[in-house]
């Protein structure tokens, strides 16, 4: 079975912005000027393709980032020529904080983005910690700034935020021709045209001469583009400064190849809601976005030997694929989907699991359209599936030949903050509850469950109140699991700020053979790690703990000292000032002693977390909060309240700009002050301030504050 598409005619992207930019409008117009759909729907009216679940659909947001398959002809083309078309899979991700996890292991696989910006916003909290994951990814990205239509909306004032707070390689490649009201289409800077959308929603595109009073502007920032497209190549810029002509054709090319190298970021504009622009956007993402052909092979290592190895997008080189999101579907069971980078797989065969050493029959294969599935029986390199009814999978699994493994990097997701008491209101909600857990776990890396083994009750724990409030209203719906859920919680974490050591003797006797363990150890902050220098052989790493072996001349045997990071690791779980789990830090296991009949493994581990506990003790614990970067947009007139409130929750502000007639203040507030505050702002300001909070990083409590902390665990 060969492929239908050529890898030169593939593009693997995603749809991120900030929440109510307009992403799942754009896609829906994806979807609409594609012809995979001959009906619009509205976010507004619950009817959108991508915003599936029902907690969308009433909520009006992204929940969950939903994959779709469709096939553009760009419409410089003659539409008859279908083997012009290239094919799309698009994923349009959430845009609200509590689903980052969404964005962040979609942008993993995707080989290019539409960032969207609201035209009166422009860049947004999330639209800053999009561009960080993609950052992190080095994924190409091109700009849409929508909403050109709103009241309020400036195309200049966005794009000196996206310039100001993301990168200074962003380059206007459209003005808008009108705002507002009068919004009626685009000017294109490197054609030097105009073009209206006109017919049924704004279907048919039509090319003009750019309007007089926008000619000046036009043959300005036409210069700049040219000046920014050529300044990379010296051949095109002697023509240019020769005052010779470049083609267009000449410059696309050139485009592509910065934008590909994250050298430059072209910036559309235009309205979905309004059907102005978005087919020129598809048009871009054809001539600027990288298919899996310009994408650098993907690194991995051999699962047997520990080396470095690569894969070449191709289907002629062995099988890998990336299991990047784990979905429950009431019809089929548990959809795995992965990005397969390079070989080819057959529905029917056997998927060979490196992460977890296992191997399961690949059964069906799905490609999906939202919460549509077609079956397909066949895969190929760059191409973007699911899997129907792995049952080990999990996200961040690496699929390969079981001949020539390879172990691919996991994705790395933030710890949550918030957490809550969940119990069953019934015997058999308590059966179900623990299923439906681990599925929504399974579903979501961020999503934790603990089980607090004094009281016996269920914990868990999220990225926000949202986040875990859809989690409870999911299990009822989906799995039919009715809960009673107490307050949402702090996730507090705890740390040392000392050095201490540490000795701890484990013996027991009581008839026949004993138990001894014996282990001398040494704790202090973790350092940060130098991406530079390779982590030595005795030492293991993880993100927030650090075991070091330095046991000379066999005074413990090898096959124990696991045992003793074991047992540290769960004495670090329990935490020492209020039983939170501990991070950052370093244990080295420095001395030691053993019984030749009566030293065992549980000895050696109960030694370890008997020795962590003494040794913490003495190591100026302290506990860490949850620190939130804070944005509240406000009238004016409210000022003072807003800024003695933010004051009176322990925050700290760190700058006030403005945004249009709007103030906004952005500012580091802990967690523990902010529930509840979106109503007290809508209280104290008529109702016309809103606001917007991300994770940022973990903090010291004051010691008066830790006090409270303390007293409230007893």
Known sequence: MQRDYTLDKVRNFGVIAHIDAGKTTTSERILFYTGEIHKIGEVHDGATTTDWMEQERERGITITAAAITCFWNPSYMPKTDVSKK??????????????TVEVKRSLRVLDGAVVVFDGVAGVEPQSETNWRYADEGNVPRMCFINKMDRMGASFERSYASILERLNKRAVRFQIPIGTEGDHIGVVDLLKMKAYYFEGEKGINVIEKEIPENLVADAKKYHNELIEKAVEHNDVLMQQYLDGKEISVEVLKEEIRKLVIQNKMFPVFTGSALKNVGVQLVLDAVVDYLPSPLDIPAIHGIDPNTGDKIDRHPSDDEPFAALAFKLQNDPFVGQLTFFRVYSGTIEAGSYIYNSTTGKKERLGRIVRLQADKR???????????????????????????????????EVIKFLEPVVSLRVEPKTKA???????????????????????????????????????LDIMVDRMKREFGVETTVGKPQVAYRETIMGTAEAEHKYIKQSGGKGQYGHVKITLKPMEKLDPEKKIPKNVSRYDDFEFINSIKGGVIPQEFIPAVEKGVHEAMDRGIVAGFRMVNVSCELTFGSYHDVDSSEIAYKIAGSQAFQEGAKRAKPVILEPIMKLEVLFPEKFMGDVTGSISSKRG??????????????????????????????????????????????????PKNVEASIVEARK
């Open 429 to 467: 909600d308590q059966e179900k509850m623990g299923m439906a857990l681990r599925k929504l776990a399974n579903e979501d890396p961020t999503f934790k469950i603990t089980s607090n083994s004094e009281t016996g009750e269920t914990i868990i724990s999220g990225m926000g109140e949202l986040h």
């Open 86 to 99: 290239v094919r799309f899979n698009v994923i349009d991700t959430p845009g609200h904080i509590d689903f």
């Open 652 to 701: 700290t502000i760190q700058e006030m700009t403005e945004r249009g007639q709007a103030k906004v203040l952005h500012a580091m507030v802990p967690l523990s002050e902010m529930f509840g505050y979106t109503t007290q702002l809508r209280s104290m300001t008529s109702g016309q301030g809103s606001a917007t909070m991300e994770f940022d990083h973990y903090e010291v409590v």
């Open 374 to 408: 077609e079956e397909v029986k066949k895969v190929f390199s760059g191409e973007i599936a699911a899997a129907v009814g792995l049952k080990d999978a999990l996200t961040s699994n690496t699929f390969c030949d079981e001949e020539k493994p390879i172990l691919l």
